[in-house]
T-cell receptor
Framework: DTGVSQDPRHKITKRGQNVTFRCDPI?????LYWYRQTLGQGPEFLTY????????KSRLLSDRFSAERPKGSFSTLEIQRTEQGDSAMYLC???????????????FGPGTRLTVL | AQSVTQLDSQVPVFEEAPVELRCNYS??????LFWYVQYPNQGLQLLLK??????LVESINGFEAEFNKSQTSFHLRKPSVHISDTAEYFC??????????????FGTGTRLQVTL
């Protein structure tokens, strides 16, 4: 088990371009979360999946943001028409839900740092 | 809605001195509480957690935190810090299983700077 991985680790793009980030959770984990962390702030929740179902997406920052987890394994986060304000660290986390409820221990990946020029 | 307040953005301390990082939360439902640590250029790592049971929880590297429901606090303490403890520390809460979401709500973080 290598933990949660994210790709790429760094992304520099020009304003107006689209970007896509990938997250591979811990293999047996059925929940996957996306967070955004700006400088000097704590991570901010964006969305999460249980298996392939996106259970909450109201916190996605605008309609330019979308996330998918098509087969219940890896997930992608896409930002369309990037703006300078999108510059941040994008974090992915995963956790395991048990039949009796859920264990809310989330394991985080190293993050993807996005810089929009 | 939940919120977390970490009043101290930075805490400078000398090596081998004790330290307390403060965390207060607000929630209308029962919560789980967590402390995460972020070392420079690394991802978030879980330091310790309170889910239920004993209100005093400990980590393997000497940190401890105590859940105080009446004061809605979950302060992090260590009796003697080391240079290697220099990092950003985040307090976080999430709803217990009866809640409708399992997302974490984080505080703004406390930068612990340990010097000789």
């Amino acid at each position: 088990d290598t933990g949660v991985s994210q790709d790429p680790r760094h992304k520099i793009t020009k304003r107006g371009q689209n970007v896509t980030f990938r997250c591979d959770p811990i293999s047996e984990h059925n929940r996957l979360y996306w967070y955004r962390q700006t400088l000097g702030q704590g991570p901010e929740f964006l969305t999460y999946f249980q298996n392939e179902a996106q259970l909450e997406k109201s916190r996605l920052l605008s309609d330019r943001f979308s996330a998918e987890r098509p087969k219940g394994s890896f997930s992608t986060l896409e930002i369309q028409r990037t703006e300078q304000g999108d510059s941040a660290m994008y974090l992915c986390a995963s956790s395991l839900t048990t039949s009796g409820g859920f264990r809310n221990e989330q394991f985080f990946g190293p993050g993807t740092r996005l810089t929009v020029l | 809605a939940q919120s977390v307040t970490q009043l101290d953005s930075q805490v400078p301390v000398f090596e081998e001195a004790p330290v307390e990082l403060r965390c207060n939360y607000s929630s209308s439902v029962s919560v789980y509480l967590f402390w995460y640590v972020q070392y420079p250029n690394q991802g978030l790592q879980l330091l310790l957690k309170y889910l239920s049971g004993s209100t005093l929880v400990e980590s393997i590297n000497g940190f401890e935190a105590e859940f105080n429901k009446s004061q809605t606090s979950f302060h992090l303490r260590k009796p003697s810090v080391h240079i290697s403890d220099t990092a950003e520390y985040f307090c976080a809460v999430s709803e217990t299983p009866t809640g409708t979401a399992s997302k974490l709500t984080f505080g703004t973080g406390t930068r612990l700077q340990v010097t000789l």
